[in-house]
C-alpha cells in the first residue's frame, strides 16, 4: 500500500520554527486531512494533532497542523531539546479503505 | 488513567499462528474504534488493522489481509489480532491504539517470525 511521503530528517536551531511537511494524494490527506503523532526513541506514539489542527488535550500550542491540497505540515514553534523525536503523518485513504503512515521525519533541534 | 496492555507476543517460526491481546481500562472502550499498528525496530510506523466500536465493521492492511483477523470483546475490554501463516516479515512490534484517533497507545508487544 502506498504511504505518504516526509523528509527522512529535519535540523532546525534551539527556539527556532520547524516545519515538517506530509504529502500525499486526493484518496488520503487531501480527502480528510492528515493526523500527526511524535514518537520518541524507545516510546510508545504520540498524537499530536488530528483532522489537520485538533489537538488532543496537553498537547501544547507550540505543535499546529495545517493542509494545503494534498500536502500536510506541521510546525513546531519555539523548539526544545524535548522536541527531538520522529514525526509521522497519517491519513485515512478512501481508496483504500485503509490508515497509511508517512515514513517519519527525524527532528534533530540542534 | 488510559491504559492500553498488549500480550501474546513472543517468538513463532513462519507458518505457525498467534493470538494478541489487547486489555484496556481507562475509557470507554466500546465506544471507540480500535486499531493495530506495527513497527520493525528503527522503522516507521505501519497500520494493520481496525475495528469499529461494535465490531461489525473491520479493515486490513495488504500485506495482512486473509492472513490476520481483528476483533474485540467489549464486555471485557479486550482487543484481539488472530494472526496465521506468520512470515518473516510481520516480525514487528504490535501497539494496540484507539480512542477517538490514535489518542491512546499501549506499550507493544515483540512478534519475531524466525526458524
Known amino acids: 500500500q502506498a504511504g505518504l511521503t516526509q523528509p527522512p530528517s529535519v535540523s532546525r536551531d534551539l527556539r527556532q520554527t520547524a516545519t515538517l511537511a506530509c504529502t500525499g494524494n486526493?484518496?488520503?490527506?487531501?480527502?480528510?486531512?492528515a493526523a500527526w503523532l511524535q514518537q520518541h526513541q524507545g516510546h510508545p506514539p504520540k498524537l499530536l494533532s488530528y483532522?489537520?489542527?485538533n489537538r488532543p488535550s496537553g498537547i501544547s500550542e507550540r505543535f499546529s497542523a495545517s493542509r494545503s491540497g494534498n500536502t500536510a505540515s506541521l510546525t513546531i514553534t519555539g523548539l526544545q531539546p524535548e522536541d527531538e523525536a520522529d514525526y509521522y503523518c497519517?491519513?485515512?485513504?478512501?481508496?483504500?479503505?485503509?490508515?497509511?503512515f508517512g515514513e517519519g521525519t527525524k527532528l534533530t533541534v540542534l | 488513567e488510559v491504559q492500553l496492555v498488549e500480550s501474546g507476543g513472543g517468538l513463532v517460526q513462519p507458518g505457525e499462528s498467534l493470538r494478541l491481546s489487547c486489555a484496556a481500562s481507562g475509557f470507554t472502550f466500546s465506544s471507540y474504534w480500535m486499531h493495530w499498528v506495527r513497527q520493525v525496530p528503527g522503522k516507521g510506523l505501519v497500520w494493520v488493522s481496525r475495528?469499529?466500536?461494535?465490531?461489525?465493521?473491520?479493515n486490513y492492511a495488504d500485506s495482512v489481509k486473509g492472513r490476520f483477523t481483528i476483533s474485540r470483546d467489549n464486555a471485557k475490554n479486550t482487543l484481539f489480532l488472530q494472526m496465521n501463516s506468520l512470515r518473516v516479515e510481520d516480525t514487528a512490534v504490535y501497539y494496540c491504539t484507539g480512542g477517538p484517533l490514535f489518542d491512546y497507545w499501549g506499550q507493544g508487544t515483540l512478534l519475531t517470525v524466525s526458524s
Open positions: 483532522r489537520n489542527n
Open positions: 475495528i469499529n466500536s461494535d465490531g461489525s465493521t473491520t
Open positions: 486526493s484518496n488520503n490527506v487531501g480527502n480528510q486531512g
Open positions: 497519517s491519513a485515512w485513504d478512501s481508496s483504500l479503505s485503509a490508515w497509511v
